[in-house]
């Protein structure tokens, strides 16, 4: 069983729609939680981290984390053409291993006009 | 907003040569990571580092791979002999020291082997 599953997509939404993205893991230890951003040829950029189960809030972005489920979630909301991109989960079990992360494989999003 | 800057951009190297990728973290962090990024494949942790030596590696990073950091700002990850399945993009990342705080990436160093 990979350790983090996510749908790789694509995913074509248009604009001023709500997105639903997803992750899903395998190992109870993992502690933190972020999603990445990563448009072409960049790098991965933070968007989202979060320790807890329960929902975070960031403007448009809302993380969602089920730890009983192993499962989280990030929405985005009025979804714009430049939220286009490859949106990345990763995982960070803490403790000694804090810092080493586990990412999905990241979900190709394209927001159309 | 500091960054995390990586370069060169994009390294062309022939097989069996020693290269090194450059980073230079953001100036008050004090973790570092090399990531990898196979084309079409998940990022892979490769490498942390702090206070001066190797806290974790993953089964990746073998004897041709070291890490360096040479004076106060730069962090360099050397493939000594260089293989064609090296070819990747590597990510560096750096975080803060205080608490349990995100990783931050560069825009990566696109590497081809020929």
């Known amino acids: 069983q990979k350790e983090v599953e996510q749908d790789p997509g694509p995913l074509s939404v248009p604009e001023g729609a709500i997105v639903s993205l997803n992750c899903t893991y395998s190992?109870?230890?993992?502690?933190?939680f972020m999603w990445y951003r990563q448009y072409s040829r960049k790098g991965p950029e933070l968007l989202m981290y979060?320790?807890?189960?329960g929902n975070k809030e960031d403007g448009r972005f809302t993380a969602q984390v089920d730890k009983s489920s192993k499962y989280i979630s990030l929405f985005i909301r009025d979804s714009q053409p430049s939220d286009s991109a490859t949106y990345l989960c990763?995982?960070?079990?803490?403790?000694?291993?804090?810092?080493?992360?586990?990412f999905g494989q990241g979900t190709i999003l394209t927001v159309h006009p | 907003e500091p960054e995390v800057t990586q370069t060169p951009s994009h390294q062309v190297t022939q097989m069996g040569q020693e290269v090194i990728l450059r980073c230079v973290p953001i100036?008050?962090?004090?973790?570092f990571y090399w990531y990898r990024q196979i084309l079409g494949q998940k990022v892979e942790f490769l490498v942390s580092?702090?206070?001066?030596?190797?806290?974790?590696k993953s089964e990746i990073f073998d004897d041709q791979f070291s890490v360096e950091r040479p004076d106060g700002s730069n962090f360099t990850l050397k493939i000594r002999s260089t293989k064609l399945e090296d070819s990747a993009m590597y990510f560096c990342?750096?975080?803060?020291?205080?608490?349990?705080?995100?990783?931050?990436f560069g825009d990566g160093t696109r590497l081809s082997i020929l």
């Open positions: 979060t320790y807890s189960s």
């Open positions: 990342a750096s975080r803060n020291r205080e608490g349990n705080q995100p990783q931050h």
């Open positions: 100036s008050n962090h004090l973790y």
């Open positions: 990763a995982i960070d079990a803490g403790g000694t291993s804090y810092g080493k992360l586990t």
């Open positions: 580092f702090y206070n001066n030596e190797i806290s974790e």
């Open positions: 190992n109870s230890a993992f502690q933190y």
